[in-house]
T-cell receptor, first 113, second 117 residues
Framework: EDQVTQSPEALRLQEGESSSLNCSYTVSGLRGLFWYRQDPGKGPEFLFTLYSAGEEKEKERLKATLTKKESFLHITAPKPEDSATYLCAVHPRTKYNTDKLIFGTGTRLQVFP | DAGVIQSPRHEVTEMGQEVTLRCKPISGHNSLFWYRQTMMRGLELLIYFNNNVPIDDSGMPEDRFSAKMPNASFSTLKIQPSEPRDSAVYFC???????????????FGEGSWLTVV
């Protein structure tokens, strides 16, 4: 069964304290791995898509990396405005070419000044 | 670009009542998704449409749930009768050509917060 596990569930950082969020996945084949940011009371906002092991993408203080079993979202020198829940989702390779994304339950990040 | 538009934003209803959630996808997008988010289970896909046709409804929890997409700019998710365990945030999302092409992603609306008492 396709599965996505994110850790930690919650993370508290001091402003400027760099850290990483983990997304481990089990799928029969991976078509893509997606990272979203979700603010309280809002819908998920797209950040990155990674397609193959070794791929990296960056946006401001965020960098996402991908291996064959997991993805990391590295946050460098975070600011309070980076506080949000970060969601990871996989697009599995299936017999029927579905457009289904399977989401993890997220990491809730709080950055304190 | 107005984004995905959902209504109502908040709904409180009594058990047994019918609930209808509405969605307008981004113009030009031909894939539409309905997701449900709860604390326990996170985001789960209920159903999605390509070109107004339901493709995968395996996530619809039971016959009380139904979804329609009568045209390219409108979809509804209906729960009849509603139960307290249906309380959740329901998100509509849309995509240009689904996820089949590299670079495509899905864009979410702000959600409809449903409470069934």
């Amino acid at each position: 069964e396709d599965q996505v596990t994110q850790s930690p569930e919650a993370l508290r950082l001091q402003e400027g304290e760099s850290s990483s969020l983990n997304c481990s996945y089990t799928v029969s084949g991976l078509r893509g791995l997606f990272w979203y940011r979700q603010d309280p009371g809002k819908g998920p906002e797209f950040l990155f898509t990674l397609y193959s092991a070794g791929e990296e993408k960056e946006k401001e203080r965020l960098k996402a990396t991908l291996t064959k079993k997991e993805s990391f979202l590295h946050i460098t020198a975070p600011k309070p405005e980076d506080s949000a829940t970060y969601l990871c989702a996989v697009h599995p390779r299936t017999k029927y070419n579905t457009d289904k994304l399977i989401f993890g339950t997220g990491t809730r990040l709080q950055v304190f000044p | 670009d107005a984004g995905v538009i959902q209504s109502p934003r908040h709904e409180v209803t009594e058990m047994g009542q019918e609930v209808t959630l509405r969605c307008k996808p981004i113009s030009g997008h031909n894939s539409l998704f309905w997701y449900r988010q709860t604390m326990m289970r996170g985001l789960e896909l209920l159903i999605y449409f390509n070109n107004n046709v339901p493709i995968d409804d395996s996530g619809m929890p039971e016959d009380r749930f139904s979804a329609k997409m009568p045209n390219a700019s409108f979809s509804t998710l209906k729960i009849q009768p509603s139960e307290p365990r249906d309380s959740a945030v329901y998100f509509c999302a849309s995509s240009e050509q689904g996820l089949r092409s590299p670079g495509n992603t899905i864009y979410f609306g702000e959600g409809s917060w449903l409470t069934v008492v």
